[in-house]
């Protein structure tokens, strides 16, 4: 990990913090809990409740901490947002690199130590996991959340008002975005939502190829309204070109044929699948048999042969030509099978089997004598190939494969690697909004419509909640903001731009950001289109952190190592926590 200054938090915290130590002595909190005053008889003798060494951070101290090491996070991957944003190259301490720009990818890779930092990270993570896509956006909206309520914080309003207007301000989000999505109409949109997910990625522009390989995979595996994205395999392979990349109508294996002498290539494939090992038993206790004839142990050798031999014979009686095997394969079964010309491959993986399963119809067996031939799947052909230097079996020409392979070539591992990323998330988002059937327009316009829809929504709600709802509507200005400032255009022009659009324009909703022009433009025409899963659920997630972590007025930590900043400096985090150390 390169090492460098930590991340701090601001000017305001340290501002707090020293207000703090002079007016009511810093340590007393963590006396108050450690050493209770018992009351009656003893009044005098402290009561000890915490381990010696524990740390304690209480209220605003423990809210504004928290708060900081949440929006460091957030500052940390701001600069990769949106189409235009930076990338980041990390090295992990035994020097591996990886370059990119997914958020995910990114707080993955570095090592956050900070408790609230770490809730951050989560939501990332959760983003992915739900839509694949919107992590970054997710991110850096927890942290404005965060700190928008700061101020609000400071001007003594109760962290349960905050939590309160936020997570009314949520759930109209959730309303308002819903009454802006719209119907999936074609496969040409789902390109283009293919396109947007990945715009920013280093794929050398080959989006239109590649998002046309992504669509084709999502309909391949879509089975009614669900779309199982696990059934998408990638498979990279160095060598070539991104363009060269495609998606084969069935599987790839990474496994060769067992035996050199089986036929290279297999027509009009009728495919076995073997849960179980092609041997002989092993005993499971240690048995001794002792022969004593000669011709005895011709006939309990020959016993074992016949036995395997059947096994052959099985496979060869209900028409297989291609035996797929998850356990081991004699060589005695080799040998059979490769004189009855059946291709072979072993110690496959459970996903393999369950994937080729899926792409030809086949049925897993477990007992391969009892094997029928309705248990067998099917495939126009089933070959061994060389791709770049290592060989591989392709099954290709499946009549309706639910499980398909996209073969991903590319220059050098790294390249292949965000094409990989790239994909997965344009093949996650396709997925999504194939299932759900809505999508928003992108660059900035759901954000704006947001704002200013939340922002009437406040004026009707009144009280506290009312400025917790400005709030939030306020933070969702930082999405375009990013974007523009990240594209070097001015933030505050494309704001005010974005929200005359909005209330004067016709379809002013759709309206986000060009990042060529940095005029506002209507992004569904611009093609700039998301899921509306993506939206909401960073919206969701971002809000239900930020009232987690607002709501947490006391932390008590427990001493691992001492610590290595004195109480005061402003690099720190926190007594005894760090902030994110180690990064960039
Ligand atoms: P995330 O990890 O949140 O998906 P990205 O770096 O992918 O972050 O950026 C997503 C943001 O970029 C979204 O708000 C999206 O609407 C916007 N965006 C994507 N493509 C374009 C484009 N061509 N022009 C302007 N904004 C875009
Ligand atoms: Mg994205």
């Not at 930590?6 to 002079?22: L, V």
């Not at 991903?408 to 094409?419: A, P």
Request: charged share 25%.
């Amino acid at each position: 990990m390169i090492s460098g200054p930590s991340i701090t938090c601001d000017d305001h915290m340290q501002k707090y913090r020293h207000i703090n130590i002079e007016e009511q002595n810093y340590c007393s909190p963590i006396e108050e809990i450690h050493t209770m005053y018992g009351s009656g008889a003893n009044s005098n003798q402290p009561i000890i409740v915490l381990k010696e060494g524990t740390e304690r951070s209480k209220d605003k101290e423990a809210q504004f901490n928290n708060i900081a090491a949440a929006k460091a996070v957030a500052d940390a991957v701001r600069s990769t947002l949106g189409p235009k944003g930076m990338d980041k190259m990390l090295v992990d301490t035994i020097g591996d690199v990886v370059i990119t720009n997914d958020g995910v990818t990114i707080l993955k890779e570095i090592d956050i130590q900070h408790p609230a930092a770490k809730m951050v990270v989560e939501v990332a993570k959760t983003q992915d996991t739900e839509c694949g896509d919107g992590t970054t956006t997710s991110v850096v909206l927890a942290g404005e959340l965060l700190k928008q309520s700061e101020a609000l914080i400071d001007s003594n309003i109760h962290p349960t008002v905050i939590t309160n207007g936020f997570k009314l301000a949520a759930a109209k989000a959730v309303e308002v975005l819903n009454n802006i999505a719209v119907d999936v109409s074609n496969d040409e949109m789902l390109k283009k939502v293919a396109m947007t997910a990945m715009t920013g990625k280093s794929i050398g522009g080959e989006e239109d190829h590649l998002a046309d390989i992504i669509v084709k995979a999502a309909r391949t595996v879509q089975e009614g309204k669900r779309v199982d994205t696990s059934n998408v395999r990638l498979e990279k392979k160095a060598g070539g070109v991104i363009n060269d990349s495609y998606m084969i109508q069935g599987l790839v294996i990474d496994k060769q044929r067992v035996h050199p002498r089986m036929p290279k290539m297999i027509k009009n494939a009728k495919i076995a699948l073997f849960t179980t090992q092609m041997e002989n038993k092993k005993t499971e206790v240690d048995a001794q048999i002792s022969i004593t004839d000669p011709s005895s142990m011709q006939s309990f050798l020959s016993q074992e042969e016949v036995l395997l031999k059947k096994m052959v014979d099985r496979c060869k009686e209900v028409g297989a030509n291609v035996v797929f095997c998850q356990k081991g394969v004699d060589d005695l079964v080799q040998h059979y099978m490769a004189k009855q010309g059946i291709f072979c491959c072993r110690r496959l993986k459970q996903s393999d089997m369950e994937a080729i399963a899926k792409a030809t119809g086949a049925n897993l067996i477990g007992e391969i004598l009892e094997v029928q031939p309705s248990d067998l799947g099917t495939a126009d052909v089933v070959e061994e190939k060389e791709v770049g230097q290592d060989s591989m079996t392709f099954i290709t020409g499946c009549k309706n494969p639910k499980a398909v392979s996209i073969v991903i070539r590319g220059g050098t591992e790294h390249v292949m690697d965000e094409v990989d990323r790239a994909m997965t998330d344009g093949i996650r988002v396709v997925g999504v909004a194939i299932e759900d059937g809505k999508v928003v327009a992108g660059a900035g316009a759901p954000e704006i419509e947001l704002e200013l829809r939340l922002a009437e929504y406040a004026a009707t709600i009144g009280g506290r909640e009312q400025l917790a709802i400005e709030a939030f509507s306020k933070a969702m200005e930082v999405i375009p903001w990013t974007i523009a400032e990240n594209a070097g255009i001015d933030s505050i022009d494309a704001i005010i731009k974005l929200k005359n659009a909005h209330e004067k324009q016709k379809n002013g909703k759709y309206f986000g950001l060009d990042l060529d022009t940095g005029e506002a433009a209507d992004m569904l025409k611009k093609n700039v289109i998301e899921p509306l899963r993506v939206k909401v659920q960073a919206i969701n997630s971002a809000a239900e952190v930020a009232n987690m972590i607002l709501r947490i007025d006391d932390v008590i930590a427990s001493r691992r190592a001492p610590p290595t900043n004195p109480m005061g400096d402003p690099n720190m985090g926190g007594p005894g926590m760090s902030g994110i150390g180690g990064m960039m």
